[in-house]
């Protein structure tokens, strides 16, 4: 007997040839529908009282924070994510980020397209060099660890801290507080959950050193953003941002500050990342069509 085709409802249309291969996809807003059994979203919470025969949702990313598992499991819904594809995109971003902060990328971007560039400016202040630095890595994951490789070519000494603690050889394992202590750099590569939230509060905040560069791909939550703000208007430290509390707010003032490099939560945001993102999306949905597992759950207990 041939499985009956998923019918899906989609919060947006996903970029790539993989969304086509969907048979009945509708794009629309998440409202009330009896017939939908497939939903993809991007980490959008899900009122499951609206979709009745629901049984599989796709998430479009690898964070399902908004997304209740627990919930979904309870009515027997399968909840998926993208894990895997992203690790480059992302881990590229943070070490652009890092660039950018320490050799002032984008200062000297806004100096030259001021017109004031007669021939020199390094004298206003020589940036600092990446080479040579300890990178501490706040969550050795998939994407943690390709930020660790990376850091080699940048000849970093790396510090990292992770959920189950154990030996790598990418870096050397820290409590956070060590690793918040001994590290010029610092990039979050954390999932947020109920532990993660806060993580960074204003105790950890204050054990950066002076002159720290933090980096945040993950999510704004993890950082208590009233006190990162102030350390940043302070010029203690500096940071590069590409995720925030309350997206899309940002703290008004993080706009004006000379040590801040913003980007609008683009850490997957290529067309290989994202078209790979849509694939998985799809092949999750195909699968779960077919009656085969699903190829990327997301488990309750993480
Ligand atoms: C977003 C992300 O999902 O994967 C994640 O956790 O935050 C991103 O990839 C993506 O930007 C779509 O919203």
Redesign the pocket.
Known sequence: MLAAVVKVLASRRYPGPAFEELEDVEVGPLEPREDVDGLIV??EPVPLEMFPSLRIVA??????DRIDVAACAAQGVVVT??PGV?DAA?ADLAFALLLAVRRQIVAGDRFIRSDDWNGSWSESGLAEELSGSTLGIVGLGRIGSAVARRARGFDLRVLYTRRRPADSELGEYRELDALLTESDLVSIHAPLTAETEGLLDARRLALLRDGAVLVNTA?GEIVDEPVLVAELVSGRISAGLD?FAHEPEVPSELLELPNVVLTP?????TRQTREA?TQLVVDNLLAVERGDPPLTPVTLAG
């Open positions: 991007a980490n998430n479009y990313g690898v964070g399902y994510n993208t992203l992302t999510r995720v939560h683009i850490g997957s945001a993102m």
